[in-house]
């Protein structure tokens, strides 16, 4: 999670989607007063906030705790992104997360099983989404692809005067070779695929994907 008040952006940090890189990358860019929650496991800086806050947190609780009056400008003068994964693929990379800081857990599970009874499913639509009524209403104003994950970037850099460079994202891949599987359909099996599609219905929709 990152609030600029120097820059008036808000990042909602969701899982598996290259939010801890993004973080590395735009720490240089921020003020001694801006929050950014950082991540001591992928040596990642926090900045006004204490290390090892967990930095998946909704929009309702930044909008509460880190934007009002006395933070300098409203919720609306912010620019509020995040960033979501195909849901097939997201889900193997939590399996595979999940079996090298769980193993005492996840180690030796299978995908199937673990997709089935797994309690820690990176479904992050609540984070970026007022889930309050049956609209889902979207609380940000963009929400970047990982599979397109330079466009983000490159307006980044338009919008706010960064210099963020392809080599520097592709060189800050964080959790890059744990995947043993690359390609997200070599591991599904009929009951994964139509557990992801419907515990992430809402971002199916939302983002148009598929399978």
């Given at each position: 999670m990152?609030?600029?008040?120097?820059?008036?952006?808000?990042?909602?940090?969701?899982?598996?989607?290259?939010?801890?890189?993004l973080?590395?990358?735009?720490?240089?860019?921020?003020?001694?007063?801006?929050?950014?929650?950082?991540?001591?496991?992928?040596?990642?800086?926090?900045?006004?906030?204490?290390?090892?806050?967990?930095?998946?947190?909704?929009?309702?609780?930044?909008?509460?705790?880190?934007?009002?009056?006395?933070?300098?400008?409203?919720?609306?003068?912010?620019?509020?992104?995040?960033?979501?994964?195909?849901?097939?693929?997201?889900?193997?990379?939590?399996?595979?997360?999940?079996?090298?800081?769980?193993?005492?857990?996840?180690?030796?599970?299978?995908?199937e099983?673990?997709?089935?009874?797994?309690?820690?499913?990176?479904?992050?639509?609540?984070?970026?989404?007022?889930?309050?009524?049956?609209?889902?209403?979207?609380?940000?104003?963009?929400?970047?692809k990982?599979?397109?994950?330079?466009?983000?970037?490159?307006?980044?850099?338009?919008?706010?005067?960064?210099?963020?460079?392809?080599?520097?994202?592709?060189?800050?891949?964080?959790?890059?070779?744990?995947?043993?599987?690359?390609?997200?359909?070599?591991?599904?099996?009929?009951?994964?695929?139509?557990?992801?599609?419907?515990?992430?219905?809402?971002?199916?929709?939302?983002?148009?994907?598929?399978?």
């Open positions: 990152i609030v600029s008040y120097e820059h008036k952006f808000i990042f909602v940090k969701t899982k598996k989607t290259a939010g801890s890189t973080e590395k990358l735009l720490f240089p860019y921020l003020d001694d007063y801006d929050i950014c929650s950082g991540s001591t496991r992928d040596n990642t800086p926090s900045l006004g906030i204490p290390p090892n806050t967990n930095g998946h947190i909704s929009w309702r609780e930044i909008k509460g705790k880190y934007i009002h009056p006395t933070h300098f400008s409203q919720w609306d003068d912010y620019f509020k992104f995040t960033i979501e994964r195909n849901p097939w693929d997201k889900m193997v990379s939590a399996y595979y997360w999940h079996q090298k800081i769980k193993p005492q857990q996840f180690l030796g599970m299978d995908f099983t673990y997709c089935l009874t797994c309690p820690l499913i990176p479904d992050d639509t609540q984070l970026y989404t007022d889930t309050s009524n049956l609209m889902n209403s979207l609380m940000v104003d963009k929400v970047y990982y599979e397109d994950m330079m466009k983000m970037y490159n307006d980044l850099n338009e919008r706010f005067g960064f210099n963020i460079t392809e080599e520097e994202v592709t060189g800050t891949k964080l959790k890059s070779n744990i995947r043993k599987v690359r390609d997200y359909h070599d591991i599904h099996t009929p009951k994964t695929r139509d557990m992801v599609a419907k515990k992430f219905s809402g971002t199916i929709k939302l983002l148009n994907y598929e399978y």
